[in-house]
């Protein structure tokens, strides 16, 4: 049972709120006839096709088909859970909300947990001499830029946080699911310790997770993040955001960085327009967010190859976001870090007025490795070349194709045969299913919390390899997909082979599967429940996202045309309400 909000106050707050006040505060509304229309937040437009009714209190896009009420617009704009959303219209028009008890799972005991583990680790590390304190005064950083990012420290014993949270009230349970405690051999202890500890904060201002910086150089982790939970899906967050995306408008571009320390330490010299993604590869949800503040970002990751691969993948994934991005490693081999403690704000702003634009740094890339001076090398940059090219829009095709010609002294009219070529094959293959390459680059963009829990639960006990296949649609992602069929093979035997897996699954799906088998937790006495509670979980989403179609379905109709089918969708959402509440009583 979870305390809500009523909806007498939910109804109360829509009454109160002019919709067309909430979003003109982030859209520039202009009044059409008895709407307004503006350039739509959500998607990359010239022409407006973004409409509000002040009326039916509605917002309707007619290009990428968003809408809903006022709340489903600050839900969906500032990425967050209903609950939330309501909540931050309240404190911002004074609204005092009546809570209830309804059905589902009650987030405010999970988010006060979190509130209090960040404050106990910031007192720890702030209340006396500690490791912690050492270790950031000696990184440069100051006192005041550690409270600003709410910096703490988990100390040596084993138990300071269960014991501080348990006078606090908190339930082991939740503790568990957070990730704020392990256990092992029937014994509790805290998940973080002798670790700088780095609150991640959404941007509704709620601690959400934790990353944690080992001081010991032996500790088998040098970065220890929480776990996948209710309240935090690394995909959906940028570190920092909270405190930057503010910045990041008044700049007019982003800089996106790889760990805590480079967002902190560049924070603190000047640098405000910055945030990191949360020891993940660069999802499309992170740069769909990151698009809601600017859409030029500027990837400054470390110049290994590790950070070469990362800002490929990252400039795809953002340029797919409608975002002009920019690539800059750091000279010297030094990170954002180390370079700006050196050399100053000044210097890496410089760094950041010459990154190079994204066709730049793929044809950068296309040459290392290859040697320019043979025949070999400069007909393989060629192929690559035409490759990048073809992707680029008709005006950069042009000067591009004039860049490589006079850099290799060949003929623009061979370098457009290249692109040509590929266009032709693009054409004949068009329909056939996509290689595996291609799906790999998606990994876990998509996967869900029940999948990852299906793939360990799959992965233990082969019985449940049958069970999970008798779900059609249960396992969206191809990850998921593949890790199935990988249990088949290796018969689920308790992981016993885990060579044989790693030789199926390429360096980046191998990383994701530990992953998995690390931080999903599963009691091997109560499987049969785990599995039910995950189909459980599935169906509920299913019918929740069934729910928000008839709901907006239905604010569209027309009274006085459309009363027959409103009737029958009226009926079905009505069903549909009931059996999503079967399935979370």
């Not at 002040?54 to 990428?64: S, V």
């Not at 339930?171 to 310790?193: A, H, N």
């Not at 266009?423 to 068009?430: L, T």
């Not at 299906?454 to 008798?470: G, R």
Request: net charge neutral.
């Amino acid at each position: 049972m979870r305390v809500s909000i009523s909806q007498a106050s939910i109804d109360q707050l829509k009454d109160q709120v002019n919709i067309v006040d909430v979003i003109g505060r982030t859209v520039n509304l202009k009044k059409a006839g008895a709407n307004y229309k503006g350039l739509c937040p959500f998607h990359n437009e010239k022409t407006p096709s973004f409409s509000v009714s002040e009326t039916r209190q509605f917002f309707n896009c007619f290009g990428c088909g968003a809408r809903g009420d006022v709340i489903s617009f600050v839900r969906r704009y500032y990425n967050l859970e209903f609950t939330e959303a309501v909540e931050k219209i309240a404190d911002e028009y004074g609204i005092r909300l009546e809570k209830k008890g309804s059905q589902g799972p009650d987030l405010a005991p999970f988010y006060e947990a979190n509130r209090l583990a960040a404050r106990f680790f910031y007192e720890t590390l702030t209340s006396g001499p500690n490791f912690g304190y050492e270790y950031m005064i000696g990184r440069g950083i100051s006192p005041r830029t550690m409270k600003k990012f709410g910096i703490g420290y988990a100390d040596e014993r084993w138990d300071s946080l269960l014991k501080h949270l348990e006078s606090q009230g908190v339930e082991e349970k939740i503790m568990r699911d957070l990730g704020l405690v392990s256990e092992s051999r029937g014994r509790i202890y805290d998940r973080f310790r002798n670790r700088v500890i780095f609150p991640i904060i959404n941007t509704s201002g709620k601690v959400i997770g934790f990353g944690g910086r080992a001081l010991d150089p032996d500790a088998p982790a040098k970065y220890l993040n929480s776990p996948e939970s209710r309240i935090f899906q690394k995909k959906n967050h940028l570190y920092a955001l909270n405190l930057t995306r503010k910045s990041m408008g008044e700049q007019g571009f982003a800089i996106l960085v790889e760990g805590y320390m480079d967002v902190v330490s560049l924070y603190q010299n000047g640098i405000g327009n910055v945030a990191a993604s949360l020891g993940t590869a660069l999802t499309s949800n992170q740069a769909r967010l990151l698009h809601r503040y600017t859409d030029d970002v500027v990837l400054s990751y470390d110049a290994d190859r590790a950070g070469r691969q990362a800002a490929l993948r990252g400039i795809e994934i953002l340029r797919n976001e409608d975002c002009r991005v920019r690539v800059l490693h750091v000279t010297d081999g030094k990170d954002p870090d180390e370079y700006v403690k050196k050399n100053g704000k000044d210097a890496y702003l410089e760094l950041v007025r010459h990154a190079l634009p994204y066709a730049d740094y793929r044809l950068e890339s296309a040459a290392d490795g290859l040697d320019m001076e043979s025949s070999e090398g400069r007909v393989a940059f060629v192929k690559a070349a035409a490759d990048i090219i073809r992707s680029l829009d008709p005006a950069e095709q042009a000067e591009y194709i004039r860049k490589v010609s006079e850099a290799l002294r060949i003929s623009v009219a061979a370098v457009t045969g290249e692109i040509r070529k590929l266009e032709k094959n693009d054409k004949k293959n068009a329909g056939r299913p996509r290689g595996d390459d291609e799906q790999r680059r998606a990994l876990s963009e998509d996967l869900t919390s029940v999948e990852q829990t299906l793939i360990k639960l799959c992965l233990t006990d082969s019985e449940y390899i049958e069970k999970v296949k008798a779900y059609d649609g249960l396992l969206k992602s191809e990850f998921a997909v593949k890790m199935i069929g990988v249990a088949e093979k290796t018969g689920g035997s308790e992981i016993s082979d885990p060579g044989l897996i790693e030789d199926t699954l390429t360096e980046e799906e191998s990383a994701l599967l530990n992953s998995i088998l690390e931080n999903v937790r599963i009691d091997l006495k109560q499987k049969e429940r785990v599995f039910r509670e995950c189909i459980n979980k599935w169906k509920a989403e299913k019918l929740a996202e069934r729910e928000r179609e008839l709901i907006a379905v239905l604010s569209m109709a027309d009274e006085s045309r459309d009363e027959e089918q409103i009737r029958a969708l009226t009926v079905e959402l009505l069903s549909v309400q009931k059996e999503k509440r079967k399935l979370t009583d």
